[in-house]
């Protein structure tokens, strides 16, 4: 995967990718959207595959949850990675499902030892049957559980340590996280192994009124702010060269203005890097 900043795949720009051919480092694609045995959507990545590195995240395995790994689910996603031969595969540091029943949302774990070695369990699980590495990504938070005994930071950095899986670090969920809950940012990057971090997520996100205070929603439906491309600055300069992801899922802006925000990337990573030289 190039050391460049890619753009998630959606829907509404298949047909423009595969007539423009457009100068994007790479794509990244909802694994679960593209399950089906054939269709236009399947057959569209197929073809922007054969151009395009490919990165696929998934978002249904919920590995956090004390549920067992749905084993037909992950079979898919097996068959998933098998047909498009994706350079990374990723999913999140979450949970969906209990007692067979699932929540349309990525939960987040209680910070406890017990919760530790469950998903890194699941984790260890799905990469065997993969026979491959995955990347567990860092969710965005607006309630903490009182049992939880590890700081966030430290949870994500022993799971890939307990479990031989890579991070991919999502920096707007760490700022949305940090400011509903009051910690330093920075605190988090320092915590993390920069050889364990091998994608980025850059997104942007909304505020409401909560009780009298502002809090920070993930919603993944705006540009990128200015204190996101700050954390991005000094993520560059902790982990160095490592593929960058433009995510916007809602509101979704036509593919030039992804390309614009990927271009943003690109120009800061160059200047991060003549500085270091």
Known sequence: MPARAGIGLRAQHHLQVLSESPAVAWFEAHTENYFADGGAHVEALIRIRERHPLSLH???????SADEIDLEHLARVRRTVLRFEPELVSEHLSWSSVGGRFANDLLPLPYTEEALRQVSAHIAQVQDYLGRQILIENVSSYMEFSCSRIPEWEFLAAVAVESGCGILLDLNNIYVAARNFGYDAQHYLDAIDPGAVQE??????GTMDFEGRELLID???TAVCDAVWA???AALRRFGDVPALIEWDTDIPALEVLMTEAAKADSIRAHAHALAA
């Open 58 to 64: 998934g978002v249904g395995l919920s590995l956090g």
């Open 200 to 205: 980025i997520h850059l997104a942007g996100h």
């Open 219 to 221: 919603t993944h439906g």
């Open 231 to 233: 954390l991005y600055r």
